[in-house]
């Protein structure tokens, strides 16, 4: 009433200084964010730097080999290549195989995916199937029947000492653990459905090896098909000078109807159409083509093969059965029509469909580990050398002659002898040899930078605030002004192992070559942290100085509006003393008259 115009104008200003006041909250709660954010990245230093101690830990330390020597047998190195290893070794004879299995001596763990309330059957086992337990010394044979045959008590066959037991296919896998681990021995060992996986493992420390010893129809067929070039006018029926390279070379396999490719442009010359540089007949280049063949088409029950002369390409079905479909291979170039100087479309090499046989460490995923074979007239060096040509194993003569068979990066390493044979009892003393004399340290290592790896992927995802995770890929947008005109945008990362540019350790850091790899990317991280711990810093000084400008904004504002319509406090008190006078003295006056009007009463 004292002044219009002020009083709106002191309302305008205190109703921004209010807008001003809900978005200080939402300033408080962005501070808070990137705070968050900032105790995350610095939690991710100290990871990061964690992985890199482990990292340069098993950079200075060495693996030690696990080793299998022959005590009692020596043989002679200056003459490997002459003698032959049926007569150094005694009882030994062609034929005669063995399986040798690098990993955990006591544990085997698969690798597919089943549940302890399947049977048998719905896992993918069939009838016939028999597979091989040897626990320790004892040896244990589970066959696998018809549906509702049910189980059989366990029985010993008096000539072999081996204990037999029979399941139907229409067993679950739960009653099937059950089983086998009461017949084995509740103290010797244990089967579970481990994270999907079955896994077995003796709780005695005895060496465990499982293995297939007859398979079963996997119920797929496959016939072996053609050779297929490429599609391209580039390389077509023939060889062409002019290429530079060669893409849509095949070999085609049909499993079950359905045309498996299987790349093999990577091995064809382009000028010639012949196989890249592999001696006179191709042989080293066409194994490599196996190995691609069987990479690829390994799980599907398909093998390849190259014959005894290296001159020709063979591929069929794990089961051995029906023709093998054979490519012939004439100074290095791959034929199969009419153009022998290059590859030619459908080349006639195929079969009839024939059954995909597979077994129950297939199944369910078991390392059956290498199989090496003593073959007729095999000497000692070559011997020797297809033990050394296995993946991650060695063998070699000591000083005193013995055959020492090791396990390169320290892994355990179980031997076995195989059905009828004796030849690891006659070499290394007994029919299960297990060597866990060595240590994997750098895999130990490797297994716990794995796991930091997945400390951080876990703390990224926590790194959140009200829903919004700046460490994990979410932006946040701060507005400093009530028309939203004025306004920060605070860019948020992708954090976890992978965004940061790790990947998982590779071959168990076995060389040093694989440790260096994860160092560099330790580097490259802790330079991404650094980088971004200082421009969320910089964010949140520019936040918090926001911050304390929109409190000493609204201050401001509710003073100019305070003096535009509250009143003089010393001049309004004036008056009110001034006004309480006058009012004492009226009733004061009121009060004389009325007595001097009294006195006049009583005279009368």
Same mark, same amino acid.
């Given at each position: 009433?004292?002044?219009?115009?002020?009083?709106?104008?002191?309302?305008?200003?205190?109703?921004?200084?209010?807008?001003?006041?809900?978005?200080?909250?939402?300033?408080?709660? #962005?501070?808070?964010?990137?705070?968050?954010?900032? $105790?995350?990245?610095?939690?991710?230093?100290?990871?990061?730097?964690?992985?890199? %101690?482990?990292?340069?830990?098993?950079?200075?330390?060495?693996?030690?080999?696990?080793? #299998?020597?022959?005590?009692?047998?020596?043989?002679?190195?200056?003459?490997?290549?002459?003698?032959?290893?049926?007569?150094?070794?005694?009882?030994?004879?062609?034929?005669?195989?063995?399986?040798?299995?690098?990993?955990?001596?006591?544990?085997?763990?698969?690798?597919?995916?089943?549940?302890?309330?399947?049977?048998?059957?719905?896992?993918?086992?069939?009838?016939?199937?028999?597979?091989?337990?040897?626990?320790?010394?004892?040896?244990?044979?589970?066959?696998?029947?018809?549906? #509702?045959?049910?189980?059989?008590?366990?029985?010993?066959?008096?000539?072999?000492?081996?204990?037999?037991?029979?399941?139907?296919?229409?067993?679950?896998?739960?009653?099937?653990?059950?089983?086998?681990?009461?017949?084995?021995?509740?103290?010797?060992?244990?089967?579970?459905?481990?994270?999907?996986?079955?896994?077995?493992?003796?709780?005695?420390?005895?060496?465990?090896?499982?293995?297939?010893?007859?398979?079963?129809?996997?119920?797929?067929?496959?016939?072996?098909?053609?050779?297929?070039?490429?599609?391209?006018?580039?390389?077509?029926?023939?060889?062409?000078?002019?290429?530079?390279?060669?893409?849509?070379?095949?070999?085609?396999?049909?499993?079950?109807?359905?045309?498996?490719?299987?790349?093999?442009?990577?091995?064809?010359?382009?000028?010639?159409?012949?196989?890249?540089?592999?001696?006179?007949?191709?042989?080293?280049?066409?194994?490599?083509?196996?190995?691609?063949?069987?990479?690829?088409?390994? %799980?599907?029950?398909?093998?390849?093969?190259?014959?005894?002369?290296?001159?020709?390409?063979?591929?069929?079905?794990?089961?051995?059965?029906?023709?093998?479909?054979?490519?012939?291979?004439?100074?290095?170039?791959?034929?199969?029509?009419?153009?022998?100087?290059?590859?030619?479309?459908?080349?006639?090499?195929?079969?009839?469909?024939?059954?995909?046989?597979?077994?129950?460490?297939?199944?369910?995923?078991?390392?059956?580990?290498?199989?090496?074979?003593?073959?007729?007239?095999?000497?000692?060096?070559?011997?020797?050398?297809?033990?050394?040509?296995?993946?991650?194993?060695?063998?070699?003569?000591?000083?005193?002659?013995?055959?020492?068979?090791?396990?390169?990066?320290?892994?355990?390493?179980?031997?076995?002898?195989?059905?009828?044979?004796?030849?690891?009892?006659?070499?290394?003393?007994?029919?299960?040899?297990?060597?866990?004399?060595?240590?994997?340290?750098?895999?130990?290592?490797?297994?716990?930078?794995?796991?930091?790896?997945?400390?951080?992927?876990?703390?990224?995802?926590?790194?959140?605030?009200?829903?919004?995770?700046?460490?994990?890929?979410?932006?946040?947008?701060?507005?400093?002004?009530?028309?939203?005109?004025?306004?920060?945008?605070?860019?948020?990362?992708?954090?976890?192992?992978?965004?940061?540019?790790?990947?998982?350790? $590779?071959?168990?850091?076995?060389?040093?070559?694989?440790?260096?790899?994860?160092?560099?990317?330790?580097?490259?991280?802790? %330079?991404?942290?650094?980088?971004?711990?200082?421009?969320?810093?910089?964010?949140?000084?520019?936040?918090?100085?926001?911050?304390?400008?929109?409190?000493?904004?609204?201050?401001?504002?509710?003073?100019?509006?305070?003096?535009?319509?509250?009143?003089?406090?010393?001049?309004?008190?004036?008056?009110?003393?001034?006004?309480?006078?006058?009012?004492?003295?009226?009733?004061?006056?009121?009060?004389? #008259?009325?007595?001097?009007?009294?006195?006049?009463?009583?005279?009368?």
């Amino acid at each position: 009433m004292d002044n219009p115009s002020s009083y709106f104008t002191a309302q305008s200003l205190n109703s921004r200084a209010d807008d001003l006041s809900t978005l200080l909250d939402s300033i408080g709660q #962005a501070i808070s964010t990137l705070e968050v954010a900032d $105790e995350g990245i610095t939690t991710l230093q100290e990871f990061v730097e964690q992985a890199k %101690s482990i990292a340069n830990s098993a950079r200075d330390t060495a693996n030690v080999a696990s080793k #299998a020597v022959s005590e009692n047998v020596t043989f002679n190195s200056a003459t490997a290549k002459t003698d032959l290893l049926t007569d150094m070794v005694a009882n030994a004879a062609a034929g005669d195989n063995f399986t040798i299995r690098l990993g955990e001596s006591t544990t085997m763990e698969g690798t597919s995916n089943v549940s302890a309330d399947q049977t048998l059957e719905q896992i993918g086992i069939a009838e016939d199937g028999v597979v091989e337990m040897i626990v320790g010394d004892k040896t244990y044979e589970f066959t696998f029947t018809a549906a #509702a045959s049910g189980i059989t008590d366990a029985t010993v066959d008096e000539t072999t000492g081996v204990t037999k037991q029979s399941f139907g296919i229409d067993t679950t896998l739960e009653d099937f653990m059950s089983e086998v681990v009461y017949t084995v021995g509740r103290k010797v060992l244990n089967a579970e459905v481990k994270e999907g996986k079955l896994t077995f493992n003796t709780l005695d420390n005895s060496s465990l090896v499982i293995r297939s010893t007859a398979d079963f129809d996997s119920g797929k067929t496959a016939t072996a098909a053609t050779i297929a070039t490429a599609t391209t006018a580039k390389f077509a029926a023939g060889p062409n000078t002019n290429n530079t390279s060669v893409t849509g070379a095949s070999i085609d396999i049909t499993v079950n109807g359905q045309v498996q490719k299987v790349d093999i442009s990577e091995f064809i010359d382009p000028t010639t159409g012949a196989l890249v540089a592999g001696g006179d007949t191709g042989a080293t280049t066409l194994k490599a083509v196996v190995e691609k063949i069987n990479s690829t088409l390994g %799980s599907e029950g398909i093998v390849a093969q190259v014959n005894e002369n290296g001159t020709t390409l063979e591929i069929y079905n794990s089961n051995n059965t029906g023709t093998k479909p054979t490519v012939a291979v004439t100074n290095g170039v791959l034929s199969g029509g009419d153009d022998a100087a290059a590859i030619t479309a459908n080349a006639a090499v195929t079969e009839g469909d024939a059954k995909i046989s597979t077994n129950f460490n297939k199944v369910f995923g078991f390392d059956e580990g290498y199989t090496v074979t003593i073959t007729e007239g095999m000497t000692v060096e070559q011997f020797r050398q297809a033990v050394d040509a296995l993946e991650g194993i060695s063998a070699d003569f000591d000083s005193k002659g013995h055959m020492v068979i090791s396990g390169e990066q320290g892994d355990d390493m179980v031997l076995a002898d195989s059905g009828d044979g004796n030849f690891i009892r006659s070499l290394l003393g007994g029919n299960v040899v297990s060597a866990t004399n060595g240590s994997n340290e750098r895999a130990k290592y490797a297994e716990q930078f794995d796991g930091v790896l997945d400390q951080i992927d876990q703390l990224v995802q926590d790194t959140s605030y009200k829903g919004i995770n700046l460490l994990n890929g979410d932006d946040l947008t701060v507005v400093f002004n009530e028309s939203r005109t004025s306004t920060l945008e605070l860019k948020g990362v992708t954090f976890n192992s992978t965004g940061l540019g790790f990947t998982a350790s $590779e071959a168990e850091w076995k060389d040093n070559a694989n440790i260096d790899k994860s160092l560099d990317q330790i580097t490259k991280a802790t %330079s991404l942290l650094r980088a971004q711990a200082s421009e969320f810093g910089q964010n949140l000084s520019t936040v918090q100085i926001r911050e304390d400008f929109t409190e000493n904004m609204i201050n401001n504002l509710q003073t100019g509006a305070d003096k535009l319509t509250l009143a003089d406090m010393n001049e309004e008190a004036a008056n009110m003393l001034a006004l309480q006078t006058r009012q004492q003295l009226g009733v004061n006056s009121l009060s004389m #008259a009325s007595q001097a009007a009294q006195s006049v009463l009583q005279l009368f």
